[in-house]
Every structure is written in C-alpha cells, then in structure tokens.
C-alpha cells in the first residue's frame, strides 16, 4: 500500500506522519511540480493532496490509485465525472479548522476596526515618549457592542463566528446564498438589506456560480460607509478591482481578507494599491493554519483512510 503525500509545505514541519506509516509505504513531496505530478501518483494507492488538480491528466496512468484524500474541505480541484468513472473514492476534511478561522475572523476585525497599526506604530516610533498626555485617540474608534454583524454562509464556521460576535453584544443578520438555509436563532434578511444595514459584514461561503463576484462595486455602494467587511470564504466572492476602489474612494471604512482571487498574490493584485494598514488587512490564507488546526486536519485524513479500508463512507464526497 503506497500512500502519496503530494503537498506536506501546506501542512508544515510540525505535524506528525507516524500513524499512516502503519498502514503502509509513505512517500512525501514538499510541493506540486506540475511537470513531475503525474509521475509521482503513478504507483499511488492513495493521494493526499491539498490544492492540485484531481483529473485524467493527472491520474490517467495511476492504475492503482483507490482514494483521494483532500486536505482541505473545498472539492472544487477534483473532477468528479472523471473519478467517479474510475471509482476513485474521495474525501475531504470537514471540522478541523473551525475553531482556528473564527479566532482569525476577529483578529482581522479588531486590526482594522481599532486602527490598531496606527497606535502600534505610534508607540514603536517613538513618538508616544515624547507625548504631554497618557493616550491618544486622533484615529477613533467604536465599540462593537450594539453593532449588526452581517454574515454570508450560515455553515459551520459562520454559526460560530455569530456566537462570538453576539457574546461581544452584536445583533446577527444573515444572507442565505442558497436561499435554502434557516436558523431559529438568527434573522435571515435578502442580501441588500444585509449590505444596507451591517456595521461588519463576514463572508463564510464556498465559491460557486451564486457567489463569484457577489461583492461587486454595485454591492459595496449599498455599504455603510462605516462598514467593515471581512473575506474568510473564497477570494473570488469579491471583486478585488471593486473593493480597491470602494476602500480609495471611502465607500467603506476597511476590509479584512484572507483570501484572494489568486493565491499566491499575483503582482498585478489592485489591492496593492492599498497602503494604508487602518483600512486594510491581507492575510497569506491562515486562518486554518493554527498549530491544532494543521494537527486535526491530518489526524482528520488518517480517519478517513481508515474508515475507507474499513468500509465506512466517513467524509466520502461524490460531486454532484
């Protein structure tokens, strides 16, 4: 049984491989090499792989090949007309990185919310000894409490991001973009009236033709201008070119993101443009990334070979 780690650099050095040595053959690559792919899974049983394309370029010759496990919980890379006519199974993680993510969430907010770089670099700059009073509050600032917090992708991590943001006394609005998704707890308003009435919006959704581009110019228009809006789920759901210019403009008071169109950055990004840390915050995809979190998602991936070879579909995914 030769068990293929196609990616371990997006896992990290600290995470340990011992268990799947039990179960057999290990072989790890640091990174995807698009020219030596094919060739690495040609003998594979299994695949761990992260962020490379699952389809018949890659796997046409891997005979062997039972079960693609993704590290990730997103399925868009596999191509599942092509792996379902193969009977490669495949699954992802589900959970692992729930708690990480919504810690993150509010580290983007209170950044850029508490124009927390500015007083950061007013005190490392020295200026603050030279200051004849104690504080200084020229960049100002609001509490969260009695604000409305928007958010876009009631899943998982979105109901538990609402728990925090209530606990800090936010009222919870939410945008369905399925249309199909109802929570008691929670009002579910049509997605301008969420633009017109949130103080923070947070988006928590997968990509798929119903949220590409949803925040375009027309949607940061309908913003408050005192708005805040944070991007946890896929960087396509917002127009960056949009959002460039809705931050240049002041049609919104800042932006937190963790995704992006295209990752790594590309160099022509419009966000950029954008210098000023008090308006807005980019983040390198990390807010799955604590230690616990990459250590779950792995223990998650042994679970699901197990399960496999024991019969059970535990996160088995078929496409649609």
């Known amino acids: 049984m030769k068990i293929v780690f196609m990616e371990t650099d997006s896992l990290g050095d600290d995470v340990d491989y011992t268990s799947f040595y039990n179960i057999g053959e290990v072989i790890k690559y640091n ?5 030596e792919n094919s060739r690495r899974v040609r003998e594979a049983d299994i695949i761990v792989a992260n962020k490379i394309s699952m389809n018949e370029e890659l796997l046409e010759h891997a005979k062997n090949v039972k079960l693609i496990c993704l590290t990730a919980t997103g399925t868009n890379n596999v191509d599942f007309s092509y792996t379902n006519s193969r009977k490669i199974a495949v699954a992802n993680v589900k959970s692992y990185s729930t708690k990480s993510v919504v810690q ?8 850029v919310f508490e124009k927390l770089s500015y ?3 007013f005190v490392k700059s020295g ?15 609001n509490e969260l409490h009695g604000k409305t917090w928007g958010i876009i992708g009631l899943g998982e991590i979105g109901r538990e991001v609402a728990k925090v ?8 609005i939410y945008y369905s973009t399925s249309g199909k998704n109802n929570h008691p707890s929670y009002e579910r308003v049509e997605f301008e009236a969420l633009l017109q009435n949130s103080d923070i919006i947070s988006i928590h959704a997968p990509l798929n033709v119903e949220t590409e581009n949803l925040i375009d110019k027309k949607a940061l228009k309908a913003m408050k201008n005192t708005g805040v809006l944070l991007n946890l789920g896929r960087g396509k759901i917002i127009d960056e070119e949009a959002l460039a210019w809705a931050l240049e403009e002041g049609e919104i008071a800042g932006a937190g993101l ?7 950055m590309s160099k022509d990004n419009p966000l950029l443009r954008i210098k000023d840390s008090t308006r807005l915050i980019i983040t390198p995809h990390i807010g799955w990334a604590t230690v616990e979190s990459r250590r779950r998602c792995l223990s998650e991936v042994y679970e699901n070979i197990a399960a496999y070879f024991r019969g059970e579909e535990r996160n088995l995914v078929k496409g649609d």
């Open 104 to 111: 993150h969430t509010f580290a983007l907010l209170f950044y």
């Open 258 to 264: 963790d995704v992006l169109s295209a990752e790594p």
């Open 165 to 172: 943001a209530e606990a800090f006394g936010c009222q919870i």
């Open 31 to 35: 990174n995807s090499d698009p020219i």
């Open 127 to 141: 200026e603050y000894t030279t200051s004849d009073v104690f504080s200084r509050f020229d960049k100002r600032f």
């Open 119 to 121: 007083y950061d670099s």
